[in-house]
């Protein structure tokens, strides 16, 4: 029995549809510019058409039409010829030329053919009243599919094998299961194919057409299925025409199909039940928030959230006479006590022609309210040493007192709940006590503690240990009791009395604001010192060991016989040693006083013709194949 219950506890179902808001959302979308684009205008009037809205302006559409249909493009003479045919349905005549739309559409039923333009051609040619080969459609389709298996690419596929004789739907019909299998489960709830929106309603909406037409139920667990209807209901508030349209067509045939329809429910009334207002009300409906016939909703179980406890089981809601969506249940006839039920329901029906899905193990929860009175209210001052014994000032509510105390004494407040429901005491979930100077309005607010062993609440100020929390300001205080809970009709907030305090000390000077809005010293950023520099003597004893290789390769040179005999004086080379002087110059002019970023910069200006003046020399010096003079040794 665990087991069952655990199972009916974590099916998925569905608690959203298609409000009257959502459909004229969509209306407004379908109804946006199509600025001459045959596109926008196919998934425009595809929209009208699955919210049965008349096409407006026919005689722009079939303008739009003649302007911008391309016969020679597949997917523009398909739109043509679906705007036409559409307009046509509607009572309405446009005169354009479709003479070769017959050759053209059939010459896309191809092997080389995506099965985005197959399915134009099989629907354009359907539209038309024009035959086609199914067996060719198949061949053709069956070879698309293997240069594109994607999800989006099978639905092209379903959708034009529902325009096909029976047996040959039903080699697609077997291939449902294996792309159902496909998808992504989110969060055990929802089904998505990757890509998101698209991919997962065409999936979705052309696997039903296809079964419709072969009427052949899908091979998907219904489960999946649910999940699928989640995931769509979860993107209802898209924006653009193109999803919004897959969106539609999707939620459309699974409110409308002979297999599956998913049953929404989900709570109308307020989540709130009291004596007042003791009914429950669940919608039951389908996506697009259509009631249904015949339905019988029965609580199964209601249980109390905090310790579990049934408090009925199987017990019927009945209709509401004034909606045939509506489903109540007056739960205070059970005399539940206050707190939060989670209510799981089961929806069955009598139609024949479709199971519905989503109706077992639906949950909702509710809150039980209650009113709640204060009690026993009981306003004392004592002293701090408990030298005397309190008076105690009884106070009823919504009453008013008065009472005086000063930093010796301490100040008791205490009170009980009472439910008035349950004729007994109860707890809630915050109780303040709240202290306003009257004179600046300054609030100083503590939390009143249940008492141990006790149903009642005590506030305890010791006023002179607490004086800082008022900064020692002395005045009249106005004393307010706050009782509030989910569960309570009623949230209190009492002036109990007003309170003169007595503090020792001055009062305290806020300077908090003073300093907040004051104007701040200015920042400053402060550079590190720089390190102390060696003597003088010392630099120039290394800058002169620096400069001894540099002297003993002219040595070298000299004493090798080194000339620049052969040095060429072309422009290449008197600018290429030019701009080597003019870098090391620069290196030195660094070393000195320049910055990385100065450096940098002349650099970039001396760098770049000292490039192009060394490669015009080196690569002149192969050409001719530059060889050094040989030296004669005596």
Not at 177 to 189: F, H, L, N, P, S
Not at 457 to 463: N, P
Not at 499 to 508: R, S
């Amino acid at each position: 029995m665990l087991c069952c219950l655990g199972v009916v506890a974590q099916s998925v179902t569905l608690s959203s549809y298609f409000t009257t808001a959502d459909v004229e959302r969509f209306k407004n979308i379908f109804l946006e510019p199509y600025n001459d684009d045959l596109s926008q205008l196919e998934l425009s009037i595809y929209g009208l058409t699955l919210l049965g809205v008349p096409l407006p302006e026919p005689e722009k559409i079939c303008a739009t039409v003649k302007k911008n249909v391309d016969v020679n493009n597949i997917e523009s003479l398909f739109q043509a010829v679906y705007a036409v045919s559409s307009l046509k349905a509607s009572g309405k005549s446009c005169d354009v030329s479709l003479d070769t739309a017959e050759a053209k559409l059939s010459s896309a039923i191809s092997s080389e053919s995506s099965t985005r333009h197959i399915l134009y051609a099989v629907k354009g040619l359907s539209l038309l009243q024009k035959k086609f080969d199914g067996a060719a459609v198949t061949k053709a389709l069956i070879a698309a599919l293997k240069a594109d298996d994607t999800p989006f690419s099978y639905s092209c596929a379903f959708y034009a094998a529902s325009y096909l004789p029976l047996e040959e739907m039903k080699k697609f019909h077997e291939m449902i299961e294996d792309i159902v299998a496909q998808a992504d489960e989110i969060d055990d709830k929802y089904l998505q194919f990757d890509g998101g929106l698209v991919p997962t309603s065409t999936v979705l909406y052309t696997a039903y057409k296809l079964c419709t037409a072969a009427n052949l139920a899908p091979t998907v667990a219904e489960e999946k299925i649910v999940k699928f209807t989640n995931y769509l209901i979860s993107r209802k508030y898209t924006q653009t025409k193109r999803e919004s349209l897959f969106l539609l067509s999707a939620i459309t045939i699974m409110t409308n199909n002979k297999f599956h329809v998913p049953v929404v429910v989900s709570l109308s009334s307020s989540v709130s039940v009291s004596a007042k207002t003791p009914v429950m009300q669940v919608r039951v409906c389908d996506l697009m928030g259509k009631p249904f016939d015949k339905l019988t909703v029965m609580a199964d179980t209601v249980r109390h959230v905090d310790d579990d406890a049934v408090v009925l089981s199987k017990k019927p809601f009945s209709q509401s006479p004034s909606d045939q969506s509506i489903y109540e249940f007056d739960l205070m006839n059970v005399n539940p006590k206050r707190g939060f039920y989670r209510v799981v329901l089961s929806v069955s029906g009598s139609r024949s022609d479709a199971k519905l899905l989503g109706g077992a193990g639906a949950e909702v929860e509710v809150k039980v309210t209650t009113r709640v009175s204060v009690d026993n209210v009981e306003l004392s001052v004592a002293d701090k040493d408990q030298s005397s014994v309190p008076k105690a000032n009884k106070l009823q509510y919504p009453n008013k007192g008065t009472v005086e105390a000063d930093h010796h004494q301490r100040l008791i407040l205490k009170f009980s709940l009472r439910d008035e429901s349950a004729k007994g005491s109860m707890k809630a979930h915050q109780t303040f006590v709240r202290l306003t100077n009257i004179k600046t309005k300054q609030q100083v607010i503590f939390v009143a503690e249940e008492e141990t062993g006790a149903s009642t609440y005590k506030f305890d100020l010791d006023i002179g240990a607490r004086a800082k929390d008022f900064k020692n300001l002395s005045g009249k205080y106005s004393l307010d009791l706050i009782v509030g809970d989910a569960v309570i009709e009623n949230p209190i907030s009492w002036n109990v009395a007003d309170v003169q305090l007595t503090f020792h000390d001055d009062p305290i000077t806020s300077t908090s604001n003073q300093y907040l809005y004051s104007k701040k010293p200015e920042i400053t950023h402060m550079f590190r010192e720089p390190e102390k520099r060696p003597a003088a003597v010392v630099s120039s004893l290394f800058t002169g060991l620096v400069l001894v290789p540099i002297l003993l390769l002219l040595i070298l040179w000299l004493k090798l016989g080194a000339n620049i005999s052969n040095f060429p004086f072309s422009l290449s080379a008197l600018g290429f040693h030019a701009g080597l002087v003019a870098i090391f110059s620069l290196y030195l002019c660094y070393f000195l006083h320049l910055t990385m970023f100065q450096t940098l910069r002349y650099l970039g200006l001396i760098g770049i013709p000292t490039f192009l003046f060394g490669h015009k020399l080196l690569s002149g010096i192969a050409a001719r194949g530059w060889k050094p003079k040989e030296r004669k040794v005596d």
